[in-house]
């Protein structure tokens, strides 16, 4: 059995870390897998050091002739499943397996997302047997499945566990140790990561020993950098690259706020609860689903910086509260196990490649 995984975006993002992890699930079960992805880009860079096997692919051009390039693919390694995101990757791989004469398309809706098939959408439902995959079962809850799909699936998102680490107790706002604060943005949200970082600034004269990590696409990160400039906490931040390891920043975290939204809010959110960080989020029906409020974390209605500022200060401020939230926050973590959406994408897999449903 032949999975392909198809990544469209250059950088790397909480979507492309869902097909890595369905990946690794899938191989763990004996499927072949393998991944078709930008030539030169972070998401083909952090596919590979993850041990993935990536063909780096040629990017422009219209869906026909994306299609014909990913058409040697899928005849070449034999796939009976390519997996995307979106509609142009729905559209795009529907054509590389009708060129191919081989093989169907399941197309992954992010967490918190609804499916929508516009024109491209429903001409890639005419160009070959689709299955979708959702992360979350009220993703698909009342959605009507498209005339002559197949089967809906869903696979939950997951984190590995990770090691407990054992450190003093959390300080109050006056103690003299650092309060480390990670924050996690995605793409399109500059408007977002300005207002986190003006609350930042506010902060600075209340909590002088706070500094913070800041997670965000690299190429927001140039701008992020000169606006805490402008604001007076440059030197209060450190920067990484979305992709990148963040793991040693967790470990000494005291909070994780994440403004990121969809895959990356959720794999923000679970790698967090793993280190027993707590997490500050704008409330939502997709953070509900991850974080408990007053719980594992604090979930508040979208405000303004200074209100920002506020609820930070007060997750930093009391003692036996934060360690409460620390302990809740890695029990949170057991209910999302790393292979939770194993059954869900192998489901999947087995549903598109019934022979007897792909286009000819």
Aim: glycine share 10%; aromatic share 6%.
């Amino acid at each position: 059995m032949r999975a392909c995984f198809v990544v469209h975006g250059a950088a790397w993002s909480g979507a492309t870390r869902a097909f890595a992890d369905a990946a690794t699930l899938l191989a763990a079960r004996g499927y072949e897998t393998c991944f078709a992805a930008p030539a030169g880009s972070e998401g083909e860079r952090w596919l590979v050091a993850g041990g993935h096997d990536v063909i780096g692919m040629a990017t422009g051009g219209g869906w026909l002739r994306a299609g014909w390039r990913l058409r040697h693919v899928v005849a070449r390694r034999l796939t009976e499943v390519v997996f995307v995101h979106g509609e142009h990757g729905h559209l795009t791989a529907a054509a590389a397996v009708r060129l191919a004469g081989r093989g169907a398309v399941v197309r992954r809706t992010p967490a918190g997302e609804r499916l929508t098939l516009g024109r491209d959408g429903r001409l890639a439902m005419r160009l070959a047997a689709t299955g979708f995959v959702f992360a979350h079962a009220d993703d698909v809850r009342g959605m009507q499945a498209p005339r002559g799909a197949l089967a809906a699936h869903v696979a939950s998102p997951g984190v590995a566990p990770v090691a407990v680490r054992h450190t003093a107790a959390v300080g109050a706002i006056a103690a003299p140790r650092e309060l480390r604060i990670v924050v996690v943005a995605g793409a399109d949200q500059r408007r977002e990561a300005l207002v986190a970082l003006r609350a930042l600034a506010l902060l600075a004269p209340r909590l002088p020993a706070l500094r913070a990590t800041v997670v965000a696409p690299p190429a927001d990160i140039d701008a992020s950098r000169i606006e805490a400039a402008a604001l007076g906490v440059a030197g209060r931040i450190d920067w990484r690259a979305a992709g990148a390891p963040c793991g040693d920043a967790l470990a000494t975290a005291d909070l994780a706020w994440v403004i990121a939204s969809s895959d990356d809010a959720v794999f923000a959110m679970l790698d967090a609860l793993a280190h027993g960080v707590p997490v500050v989020s704008e409330r939502s029906p997709l953070a509900s689903r991850v974080v408990e409020d007053g719980v594992s974390g604090v979930l508040c209605h979208k405000g303004d910086e200074a209100e920002w500022a506020s609820v930070v200060a007060a997750a930093l401020a009391h003692n036996e509260q934060a360690e409460a939230m620390r302990a809740a926050a890695r029990r949170a973590a057991l209910r999302f196990a790393f292979d939770a959406g194993a059954d869900g994408w192998v489901q999947a897999t087995e549903a598109a490649r019934d022979r007897t449903r792909w286009s000819t």
